[in-house]
């Protein structure tokens, strides 16, 4: 069974950092394109950044240069390291595979981050 | 801003058919995907590579892509399809997500 689970959220001020990360189990994390994904409180999605299993590196526009995204195969776990938040950035954060004809197949159940003095 | 444009709301009766569509000058090169998510739930994929569909997801759901607009149809829809849907596709290396339609069943 594929597992995404995502964790490291939580209220942080304007200016600060916080890193997330998101263990899976269930399916060969190495072999897969791999997603941030958030959703700011009663709005919709937004996609925030992808790796590839090559590791090559794409962004948002709202968080290039503020956000960077990595992954560490042999832990099976992928990680958002985000940096000067601003309260625009408060969201749950979902963990998302890159599945077939670039789709996004498993979401994690999201961890909020809260921008906020 | 959304590169790819849904209707705000959509409403349907039960057990007739609800269409939601999905404009963007970029589909006609590139699949579109939708999801659902209910109330305090994570989305869940429902149509990929424009029209197929996932294991488990039930056979009314279906999607179709024509020009720049793709759509998602849902036939002899149920009270349990009431939720949020959203397309997704690839614009370059970006992902970009419609604003979401939400189904009043």
């Known amino acids: 069974e594929v597992q995404l689970v995502e964790s490291g959220g939580g209220l942080v001020q304007p200016g600060g950092s916080l890193r997330l990360s998101c263990a899976v189990s269930g399916f060969t994390f190495g072999d897969y394109e791999m997603n941030w994904v958030r959703q700011a409180p009663g709005k919709g999605l937004e996609w925030v950044s992808c790796?590839?299993?090559?590791?090559?590196?794409y962004y948002a526009d709202s968080v290039e240069g503020r956000f960077a995204i990595f992954r560490d195969n042999a832990k099976s776990s992928l990680y958002l390291e985000m940096n000067s938040l601003r309260a625009e950035d408060t969201a749950v954060y979902y963990c998302v595979r890159g599945g077939r004809y670039y789709s996004l197949d498993y979401w994690g159940q999201g961890t909020l981050v809260t921008v906020s003095s | 801003s959304h590169e790819l444009t849904q209707p705000p709301s959509v409403s349907v009766s039960p057990g007739q058919t609800a269409s939601i569509a999905c404009s963007g000058d970029k589909l006609g090169s590139t699949y579109a995907s939708w999801y659902q998510q209910k109330p305090g739930q994570s989305p869940v994929l429902i149509i990929y590579?424009?029209?197929d569909r996932p294991s488990g997801i039930p056979a009314r759901f279906s999607g179709s892509s024509s020009g720049n607009t793709a759509t998602l149809t849902i036939a002899g829809t149920q009270a349990m399809d009431e939720a949020d849907y959203y397309c997704q596709a690839w614009v370059g290396n970006t992902g970009v997500f419609g604003g979401g339609t939400k189904l009043t069943v």
């Open positions: 790796i590839t299993s090559s590791n090559f590196i």
């Open positions: 590579r424009d029209g």
